[in-house]
């Protein structure tokens, strides 16, 4: 019975430290899975919100694993309520219950904040989202019973007072102590995600050693090691959970197209209805990375230029059709009043644009959709973009047999030759290699802020303000 209870108390240790060591490696991983995450600012309305979490799956899987640190937290808890209650019963205790309150919080938030807005990004057009903007700013501002939310602070606050509770009795070694009080108090802020980041860094500097000075309790150093090399397949399994080939509502391009085309007689008709669906469906919009698959572009239902080729291309040859891609250089003046002001100054000029291009009845011609009829119709009347220069007005973008010239063609630098391709490799390339890499790091944010202004573009000419 002895070597029962004995065994039993074993594996209860090894389990506890085991969960000790995956929380700072879960909650690590999910600071990395955040898109740009050296940017300082933090959410202030849905637009913002709306921006940040749109097609962002590998922020979907962020905040699974942050809510599945909600459980971790509590164990930890609990264990240095264990270890702490001789020598500081009074302070553990407080800090304890801080952080035990403060955990179901971060459950709360993540589970009907973060995990609903997921569910939304899979079901809802951007038309959809811009609707529910009124009820997101209420889920946003944690209006009604949402207030308990305010009280998540105590998790940060809960850990601080643990970890100083642990420095006073000498419990913890300062090199462990220290940087998990770091972690902690760097918590404490509203959400601004490089400061996260730098806190998860300072409680695995704490909390990794000390897990693994529990598993050597009895164990050899070989033990140890098998043991944190286990955590790494379940890291890979999570980076791997957000790559899928499939749309929304189980849609593929194959899918789509067969809907689309359904009935369609001959090439013409089917590049018709293809063009329309990529136009009109896929809106006009900025999506980071620029070179991302197509079946992604149709799940998210935007695009730019690249983008909205990169599908209408794919759709094209779905349907039996021959289709390339053309890469032109035009003026930067095919992005006016698209771009924040900083990055439209600093924009090449010129730069590629790309273009799709479909064999039709013996020629190639151009089927460019990048601009929706909606956003066309926003531009003529705020006089935005192509609508500023009168002789670009009349632009024809109803689908034409022997081509569509589109909007951004209208800038095209005359003398310098296009190239073609039929696939994207050499602008991808030209987007990882020629750009520099300081540039690179900004283009997230860029793209993050053009975004907002196509929302605001759209919000006020469906009459809905923000």
């Known amino acids: 019975m002895n070597k029962t209870l004995q065994t039993v108390e074993i594996i209860e240790e090894k389990g506890r430290a085991f969960l000790i060591l995956l929380f700072p490696v879960l909650f690590l991983t999910a600071q990395l899975f955040h ?18 979490f749109r097609g962002q799956r590998l922020l979907h899987a962020a905040h699974l694993l942050e809510l599945i640190c909600a459980p971790l937290l509590i164990v930890l808890a609990l264990h240095f309520k264990k270890l702490l209650r001789e020598k500081s019963p009074v302070m553990s205790f407080i800090g304890v ?33 811009a609707a529910m ?46 940087p998990m009080l770091i972690g902690s108090l760097l918590l404490a802020n509203p959400e601004i995600e490089f400061i996260n980041f730098f806190a998860s860094l300072f409680l695995a500097a704490g909390l990794i050693p000390y897990g693994i000075s529990l598993f050597m309790k009895g164990r050899g150093e070989g033990f140890i090691k098998r043991s944190t090399l286990a955590l790494f397949p379940l890291l890979i399994l999570v980076s791997c959970s957000s790559s899928s080939g499939e749309t929304e509502e189980g849609e593929t391009i194959a899918s789509v197209v067969d809907r689309v085309t359904a009935g369609a007689e001959g090439d013409v008709q089917k590049m018709e209805r293809i063009y329309y669906f ?39 040859r779905e349907a039996g059709l021959e289709a390339r891609f053309q890469f032109m250089y035009v003026h930067k003046t095919a992005l006016e009043d698209f771009l924040p002001d900083y990055a439209y100054k600093k924009w090449p000029d010129p730069f590629v644009h790309t273009v799709p291009e479909v064999l039709l009845e013996g020629q ?15 531009a003529l009347s705020r006089n935005l973009n192509f609508a500023r220069y009168p002789d670009r007005r009349n632009v024809d973008i109803e689908f034409n047999p022997d081509g569509v010239t589109g909007h951004q063609q209208l800038s095209v630098v005359e003398g310098m030759e296009s190239f ?20 690179r790091m900004m283009q997230p944010k860029i793209f993050r802020d053009a975004q907002k202004i196509q929302n605001e573009y759209r919000s006020v000419s469906a009459g809905q303000l923000y």
């Open 97 to 129: 219950v801080m952080a035990f309150i403060g955990a179901l919080m971060l459950a709360v938030n993540k589970g009907v904040l973060c995990l609903t807005i997921a569910g939304f990004d899979r079901a809802l057009s951007d038309a959809e989202l």
């Open 278 to 316: 990529v136009r009109d469906e896929i809106e006009f919009g900025w999506i980071y990375p620029q070179d991302i698959p197509a079946e992604e572009i149709l799940r998210q239902r935007r695009g730019v230029c690249i983008q909205k080729s990169n599908l209408l291309v794919a759709m094209a």
């Open 420 to 439: 073609y391709g039929d696939d994207l490799g050499d602008l991808v390339e030209y987007l990882h290699s020629d750009i520099p890499w300081w540039k």
């Open 133 to 178: 903007i009124p009820g997101l700013n209420v889920l946003l501002r944690k209006g009604g019973i949402l207030g308990i939310l305010w009280l998540l602070p105590l998790l940060p606050l809960g850990f601080a007072v643990i970890s100083i509770s642990a420095i006073r009795t000498k419990q913890l070694p300062r090199s462990q102590a220290v």
């Open 35 to 52: 898109p740009d995450i050296f940017h300082a600012g933090h959410i202030r309305n849905a637009e913002d919100w709306i921006t940040h």
């Open 364 to 378: 190639w011609v151009s089927m460019e959709a990048t601009f929706d009829k909606d956003l066309h119709e926003i």
